[in-house]
């Protein structure tokens, strides 16, 4: 099974930008689909955005234009650029093996200050 790890969150200002690391060990993520969630307090967990094995991209509608996806096999890592950081982005954000329900890590925190 592929082992994810998630870094990078943090603390950002409204309108600020951090990208998200998602590395993958004990096995190649180069022939997985690669997905970034977050869950937000008081809510559920809620799919942003994923990535297939030959680079096509998907997104939530409501985070187009703003977030992008990409994968880099060599480093065997997975990103999240977000841009223009809004305070309702604030969220704890997971990556996973698109359609796998399990193997959750603890993922990465951002808040995101009015």
């Known amino acids: 099974q592929v082992h994810l790890v998630e870094s990078g969150g943090g603390l950002v200002q409204a309108g600020g930008s951090l990208t998200l690391s998602c590395a993958a060990s004990?096995?190649?993520?180069?022939?997985?689909?690669i997905g970034w969630y977050r869950q937000a307090p008081g809510k559920q967990r809620a799919l942003v955005a994923y990535?297939?094995?030959?680079?096509?991209?998907y997104y939530a509608d409501s985070l187009k234009g703003r977030f992008t996806i990409s994968r880099d096999n060599r480093k065997n890592t997975v990103y999240l650029q977000m841009n223009s950081l809004k305070y309702e982005d604030t969220a704890v954000y997971y990556c996973?093996?698109?359609?796998?329900?399990?193997?959750w890590g603890q993922g990465t925190q951002v808040t995101v200050s009015s």
């Open positions: 996973n093996v698109y359609g796998r329900d399990n193997f």
């Open positions: 004990g096995s190649t993520l180069s022939f997985s689909v």
């Open positions: 990535i297939g094995t030959g680079g096509s991209t």
